[in-house]
């Protein structure tokens, strides 16, 4: 991944999930200066009830939540009729100690870019909420790309 982003540094890109702890991001301080991070502060009983909801269909990796978004037939893939599973670790005890580890891990990447003055936090349960507020930030750090059709 590095490699890659060594090669886009006139170019805009979004990273999602990283870097994830304080090792990565010093590693990626090392090929390119971050201007804008975002952390989305959600509850951590609401991200375990929807990660514990989650369910895929494993050949395919179509993801459902069985609360927000859920199959037509409990259990089953929409789409090839095959039952669908939880992964191990999105069961619900799996999935609070995976958001331990990762708030411990991400607290000091926080607080770097945090001091930094780059951190833009956003805090809520529904993305419909949330969403408004960070396009308006990046809209404001990202120039609109214009298809060719659009001239």
């Not at 369910?55 to 609360?67: D, L, T």
Request: proline share 7%; charged share 25%; glycine share 4%.
């Amino acid at each position: 991944m590095m490699t890659e982003l060594e090669k886009k540094q006139t170019e805009h890109w979004l990273l999602d999930g990283f870097p994830r702890t304080l090792v990565q991001a010093e590693a990626l301080d090392r090929i390119c200066e971050l201007d804008l991070v975002i952390s989305l502060n959600i509850p951590f009983e609401t991200l375990k009830d929807r990660l514990s909801a989650r369910w895929i269909h494993p050949a395919s990796g179509r993801v459902y939540n069985m609360e927000f978004n859920p199959p037509l037939v409990h259990g089953i893939d929409d789409i090839t009729g095959e039952p669908l599973i939880q992964q191990e670790d999105d069961k619900p005890d799996a999935v609070a100690a995976r958001l331990r580890k990762y708030k411990d891990a991400a607290k000091p990447v926080i607080d770097l870019y945090k001091t930094r003055g780059v951190l833009h936090s956003f805090s809520g349960t529904e993305t419909n909420k949330i969403w408004p507020y960070v396009y308006t930030l990046l809209s404001s750090k990202i120039p609109p790309i214009c298809s060719e059709e659009a001239n």
